[in-house]
């Protein structure tokens, strides 16, 4: 906590997160939220553009907020990504979804250079200037990059697009609170003032110095712990769907912040009940190396309780009445102790209710935990080098200028 307070640890330069949720001023809120109006007005759909942090945090706000069917409607603004994957027929199906849609692009790079955005952002970018002119294209195009360089910067300046910044200070992965993450989120319709609004309360909780008071803190220590005692994997957990993508970003914050120098917990995650039919078996008997960590939340935001049937083939009158919350809080507490049970450490994190306030909170929470427990880890949880592997070897197997040494060390390789 000390070495995060104080900016003496690893990766000091990356501590931009820290105290955005109390730094964010009004003006920018009011200018990300008016351009997210302007492009609603526009546009049926909005396509955003990023990989990995520059993703993540916007889709699991927007999937856990939004109705669980939003995008199958006829009606209302969608949101809809690309940019995080190289699948040809993804890409040949999305062209094809929009050639009759009023759509938009929120393209998010820090360089403009990121092979999976890039091709991305040349395909949209092609089709919406063929469809709608280039400058009209230019009125519907975001781009969030770096303040002054870059390839995306300087196409943004050259076409006129409306751009913001991705602080320097802020890595990917914690940039969920910045315009990469809140941008798409108002253009999707969710409050951002409350998602703020949460992670700044949640700020102040855990700035604390007091272990026992300190929610991100406490979590941190004990997962370190658990590490140490040869638990090597956490596999977060939920009993609300809506949660999903909350999941695939935790994974990344995590996976990317301590998995270095030989180190790191494995982050994992499911969806219960529905993964208890696929994984539940290992999670009981399997290797004990692992622990959980469930989000639960307390109260949805609907009610709906289970009707009764005359016949009661399939058994379940005993449920007649009961709201299907409770059949599901009680899959959860039946779970949680079978796994106990089983050899399974179990933590809980609770959420009053999935709205902005509370999900800012949640966001906050685990981006300080992080950082805490990176740094107990003893690695900088700030970098990513390894990420970096992969390109190299792409690049020289695409035969991208600079990298004809690689290339031929890789052909080389593969002849053995």
């Keep these: ?29 009011a200018d990300i939220e008016k351009t997210a109006a302007e492009l609603r007005a526009r ?12 993703y993540l945090g916007a889709r699991a706000v927007i999937e856990a907020l939004a109705d669980s069917f939003h995008n199958y409607e006829n009606t209302g603004m969608k949101v809809i990504f690309a940019g995080h994957n190289i699948g040809e027929d993804y890409y040949h199906e999305l062209i094809h979804y929009l ?3 009023e759509f938009g692009i929120c393209v998010i790079s820090k360089s403009g250079t990121t092979t999976e955005p890039a091709i991305a952002f040349r395909l949209l970018k092609e089709l919406l200037e063929a469809k709608v002119g280039k400058e009209e294209a230019g009125k519907r195009i975001v781009a969030i990059t770096d303040a002054s360089k870059g390839a995306l910067r300087t196409l943004a300046d050259q076409e ?18 910045t315009p990469v993450g809140l941008l798409p ?37 004990t997962r370190n712990e658990l590490y140490r005692s040869g638990k090597k994997i956490e596999i977060l957990v939920n009993f609300q769907p809506k949660l999903h993508y909350f999941m695939e970003w935790w994974k990344q914050l995590y996976g990317e912040s301590e998995g270095k120098d030989g180190k790191g917990i494995y982050p994992s995650s499911v969806d219960f009940s529905t993964d208890l039919h696929s994984m539940g078996q290992w999670i009981q008997q399997g290797e004990r190396t692992i622990f959980e960590t469930v989000v639960s939340v307390e109260t949805p935001n609907h009610e709906l309780h289970v009707p009764s049937d005359e016949e009661n083939l399939d ?16 899959a959860e507490l039946g779970t949680q102790l079978a796994h106990v049970d089983g050899g399974v450490p179990n933590m809980r994190v609770s959420v009053p209710v999935l709205n902005e306030y509370y999900l800012g909170q949640l966001i906050y929470f685990f981006e300080k935990a992080c950082g805490i427990s990176g740094y107990l880890l003893e690695v900088n949880p700030f970098n990513q080098p390894g990420v970096e592997a992969y390109k190299k070897n792409m690049y020289a197997l695409l035969n991208k200028p600079g990298y004809e040494k690689e290339s031929e060390a890789i052909q080389a390789r593969l002849k053995k």
């Design 315 to 330: 058994g379940l009158n005993f449920l007649a009445g009961k709201r299907v919350d409770e059949v599901n809080k009680m």
């Design 1 to 29: 906590m000390k070495s995060l307070k104080e900016g003496t640890g690893k990766g000091s330069d990356f501590l931009g997160w820290l105290n955005l949720p109390v730094e964010i001023t009004s003006e920018q809120l």
């Design 99 to 101: 050639q009759n849609k």
């Design 43 to 54: 546009t049926q759909v909005m396509v955003v553009i990023g990989i990995g942090g520059s």
């Design 160 to 177: 006129g697009y409306k751009t913001f910044v991705i602080p320097d200070n802020v890595g990917g992965r914690f940039s969920v609170l």
């Design 185 to 221: 989120i108002a253009v999707a319709g969710i409050d951002i003032e409350q998602l703020v609004a949460g992670a700044k309360k949640m700020e102040e909780v855990c700035a604390t110095e007091s272990l026992a008071e300190n929610p991100a803190a406490l979590y941190a220590a």
